[in-house]
């Protein structure tokens, strides 16, 4: 997953403005308790932070591909 990709599929998930206060704000326990943004910023894999990021806030595991985008091929 490309950044690009992970910002489309927060934006698809959770809406543009809900979706970059997730990004922000949100403390995710599998990602040693920084925010999305943070891990990202830290060097951590996109797809890896969008899948803390789905386990975090529930999202179904059906949407876990990213909105809109092919399954992984991991």
Not at 41 to 64: F, I, K, M
């Amino acid at each position: 997953m490309k950044l690009s990709e992970f910002k489309y599929a927060v934006t698809a998930e959770f809406g543009d403005s809900y979706g970059r206060v997730v990004v922000r704000d949100l403390v995710l326990p599998g990602l040693g308790g920084r925010s999305a943004q943070q891990a990202i910023d830290d060097g951590v894999r996109p797809r890896d932070v969008w899948a803390a990021l789905c386990e975090a806030t529930d999202v179904p595991p059906e949407r876990r591909s990213g909105v809109g985008l092919p399954s992984p091929r991991e």
